[in-house]
């Protein structure tokens, strides 16, 4: 169900005012591809936008970021300099329902009781997520349920001329005030949308549970045999989140994405990894998404975007590895 | 019988007669046109194998994987991988049993010159197929202005993730430790600023500067599709030009940059030009 019908040209109107106020980010074309970047006031997506390259992740938790800076001070402590906070505020819009979502897994994370991540937070809070429903499925998609509203604060379906707007959060909601977009009644989707085009049960309960007897199978090195421990499936997933702290020469703290493919992850000063090959950085990946953030959280830190699946240099194919724990007796 | 045919029977007769553990190979892939690398170790799992466009991967780089006796199916770029590897000790000629195919793939690299193996222990095909390299893509690019050919370089290095799939994949590129990940000292900074992509990639490229067989691995597995043969190019091209040869060809020749001549061409000294 949604609430408003609205003329796209309306609702480009509505968004250009928003502009006075707000930065609008949308998918841009660059060749082939989308990339995010700022929108121009004009652009709607092609027919052919299945989904930006990155994910939004980058948006709110930039692929490397200066923490702090700190200067030598002689004779005392060093000088921390602590930068600004992220104040911009922000709507990003034609986001996919399913990296909508990973912004709640994400939140999971640098956003708790236990801990809140400055920067990340003030990105998340300044920033109003605007969704486009997925009408066909990308080759690797696998997502669930293509109208999750999680992590959207509107959604919107596309109909042709018009948008259906679906209020979600009170931040969205309070986005509309202003009164171009009418509605009597609750709208029904007027279109056959494709039936459970990405319904590939394959994350469920029971995978987490196989996960938890496997750990020491062989399988994770046959699995791993041909991964050649590239970062494609972790940059470019919308929920993977681990990050290395480094100091460069000039006195910056920087955090950058980090990779548990990647040999030199989790290596410690000794020089030992409890990491050493493939097979163990390929069971972390699959244990942190599907087993220990189930365990923490309830939910599997993965959204089924189909990014990895389709980006994978030699086509290990996630879904394929889930299959194939589940296969294990 | 065709070519996977050929292979087929080959690989069966192979892991039968336990001449090798294992054949790396091909097996069709999960998405449509992909093919993706498979280690069959029984003569059923040779019945996986494919031999199609999209196998065009560089499996060479899977060998220094395996310690026992590996058979591998090789189109023309995996051989040349396997005789500069062989050259440079990575890997032991006696250990390695070659099955030689063309290359499935044709029209997806610019000119290949050397679809078919040059090395092998048996020819699964044996068209021999001539084309001509003509580096028109290098020399289009040269007579750009240095400003443009600066900009245009700026644009696809800050494309880059720095995920290091071009690395993992290059049979050339077999360190222990990239320097990229070395931090005491920290050579690069751990980030996507547009400095650091662009020491990653000048460092490679000369890194592999005369062992580059110039496959097209890197290309094909950067995800934010960043133009990478071209440096990787214009220094075979410039191999070719001083010192007519090419990487990967023989396996007695000494690798071009391995050896110092006295007469060797040095245009890019000042005066440098007169000895060409």
Known sequence: MFDYQVSKREFQNWLIKMQEEYEVWAPVKVGKNYTWGSWDGGSFPDEDYQNTLKPPKDLFFPQYEVLLKYKKVKGKRPLIIEPDL????????????????????????????DYEDPYYSHRRK???????????????????????????????????????????SVKGKGLIKNPVFTADKPINIPMELPANPFNLEIADKDLAEKLEVIYRSPLWRELQEKCVNCGVCTFLCPTCHCFDL????????????????????????????PRPTGAERLRQRVMHKFRYFFENHGIFACVGCGRCVEKCPVNLDIREVLQRIKEVQ | MTVLENIKAKAKELLEAKEVEVVIGFAQGTLPGKCTPYFARTTEEVERFVWQDGCNLNLANYLSKFSGKVGIIAKGCDTRSIINLIKENQVNRERI?????????????????????????????????????????????????????KNYFYQEMSKCIRCYACRNVCPACYCKECFVEENLPCWLGKTTDLADNIIFHLTRTMHVAGRCIDCGACVRACPMEVNLSLLNRKLLKDI???????????????????????????PFLIGGEESV
């Not at chain 2, 040869?245 to 007695?252: A, I, N």
């Not at chain 2, 071009?256 to 006295?262: C, D, F, R, S």
Request: glycine fraction near 6%; charge should be negative.
């Open chain 2, 240 to 266: 070719q030009e001083l010192f007519n040869t090419e990487p990967g060809l023989s396996l007695e020749a000494e690798p071009v940059l391995n050896e110092y001549k006295e007469d060797d061409p040095q």
């Open chain 2, 97 to 149: 049993y070659i099955i030689g195919a063309n290359c499935p793939s044709m029209g997806s690299c610019h000119n290949c010159r050397h679809p078919q193996g040059v090395i092998a222990d048996f020819y699964a095909e044996q068209v021999q197929l001539n084309n001509q390299d003509d580096f028109s893509d290098v020399e289009a690019f040269e007579e750009l202005l240095s400003e443009e050919r």
């Open chain 1, 246 to 273: 480094t100091d460069d020469q000039k006195g910056k703290k920087v955090r950058s994405w980090d990779s548990c493919m990647f040999a030199s992850f989790t290596k410690q000063a000794s020089g030992h990894n």
């Open chain 1, 126 to 168: 300044n920033t109003v997520v605007i969704s486009l429903v997925c009408q066909k499925p990308g080759l690797g998609c696998f997502c669930k349920d293509p109208l999750t509203t999680e992590g959207s604060d509107l959604m919107l379906l596309d109909c042709g001329d018009t948008y259906l707007v679906k209020l979600v």
């Open chain 1, 86 to 113: 992220p104040q911009e505020k922000r709507i990003i819009w034609e986001v996919r329902p399913c990296d909508a979502r990973s912004l709640t897994i994400l939140d999971r994370v640098f956003i708790n009781k």
